[in-house]
């Protein structure tokens, strides 16, 4: 290869804008990138990154690209990273962006935090009702030095933010610190509550919505799909099982992951792309519903194209079909356009399925 080939633009990701300094190295980083239109995209200058955490880098630092994050300081939002048409449109967007702490409608949230609103909700509708639900626990600590995660209080919500089931739980283990600080429940508070066994059992039935949990094979049945931050954690604690597939977990998907690949926490998440504070004091596991099922709902409605098939088909991408020398006569753009994601991107929830 000579100096002018190495050097040309030719060599660029179409997606990242890497440069390679031979063809084959751009071939082999797309087939072990999945570059896609679920990518975040800097809206100045295109590029895509791995998740919103690498965009911000892009365009707010340290070390922004320096053109993109002139645009972005007068009119792109810190919490969502969009770029506005102007100023005075990035005013009226952040009106609507960030949010605040949600109360639960009237009276409900203190009585439940009581424990009497156990099943309000959980046992109408049982073949229609929200599609989508948030599960969230809060655990006391079991174990000679407390360590043991014991679910103590569950809360789970709908799309809309209504409670459908909040209640204290009673764990098989004995309770050996009560983590007050943080769970603000006193020993009277379990003494009566719902033992767990019935309380996975609730909502276990809720999630499956009349579909036997061995039949559940997509999302097109009538089982529910659950959101919630660290849910293997919130599952095992409650001893449940639910189909992966059914499954929208805010620590592992990756547009929302740190750079390093490790999840964020949730009241990070909750304050840089929501812009509002959770789990300061007395933790109750609403706000956590709350706060995971609006981040379900950014990232689901996020508007990317419509591809015949939006998942990579092997662990080499697609690019495992075509012969070596097909690819490096391909152009970067012709490239990108057969490369596909390697996780699924929520947005496909709301694209209806044939
Ligand atoms: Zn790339
Ligand atoms: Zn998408
Ligand atoms: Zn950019
Ligand atoms: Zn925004």
Excluded at 147 to 175: G, M, T, W
Aim: aromatic share 8%.
């Amino acid at each position: 290869m000579d100096r002018t080939e190495s050097e040309s633009p030719r060599n660029k990701c179409a997606a990242c804008y890497r440069q390679f300094n031979r063809m084959e190295h751009l071939v082999e980083h797309m087939r072990t990138s999945y570059h896609s239109v679920h990518e975040p995209m800097c809206g100045v200058c295109g590029k895509r990154c791995r998740s919103f955490e690498s965009l911000r880098e892009h365009l707010i630092g340290p070390l922004p690209k320096v053109e993109c994050a002139k645009i972005f300081s007068i009119r792109g939002c810190s919490l969502c990273l969009t770029i506005l048409d102007s100023s005075y449109a990035l005013r009226l967007h952040r009106g609507r962006c960030q949010l605040s702490r949600a109360t639960p409608a009237g009276l409900i949230s203190r009585m439940s935090s009581l424990g009497i609103q156990d099943d309000l909700r959980i046992d109408n509708n049982r073949t229609r009702g929200p599609q989508v639900v948030a599960l969230a626990c809060k655990m006391v600590g079991g174990g000679s030095d407390g360590s043991l995660d014991l679910c103590a209080r569950v809360c789970l919500v709908d799309e809309d933010e209504n409670i459908i089931f909040h209640s204290y739980v009673k764990p098989q283990i004995q309770i050996t610190t009560y983590r007050y600080e943080t769970t603000g429940i006193r020993p009277e508070y379990l003494r009566d509550a719902m033992p767990v066994k019935q309380v996975q059992r609730k909502i276990l039935d809720f999630l499956c919505n009349g579909e036997p949990i061995w039949t559940i094979r997509s999302r097109r049945g009538r089982a529910r799909i659950l959101v919630g931050h660290g849910l293997d954690h919130d599952l095992d604690c409650l001893g449940m099982e639910y189909p992966p597939h059914l499954i929208r977990d805010t620590a592992k998907y990756p547009p929302l992951m740190k750079t390093s690949k490790l999840s964020n926490s949730l009241k990070y998440l909750t304050q840089a792309y929501l812009g509002y504070e959770i789990q300061t004091g007395i933790q109750d596991p609403y706000d956590d519903c709350v706060a995971t099922m609006r981040l379900y709902m950014r990232m689901s409605s996020q508007a990317h194209p419509v591809e015949d098939y939006p998942l990579a088909t092997d662990a080499r991408n697609n690019f495992a079909l075509s012969r070596q020398n097909e690819l490096e006569r391909m152009t970067p753009e012709g490239l990108l356009a057969i490369s596909r994601s390697d996780y699924y991107c929520w947005c496909l929830d709301g694209v209806t399925e044939p």
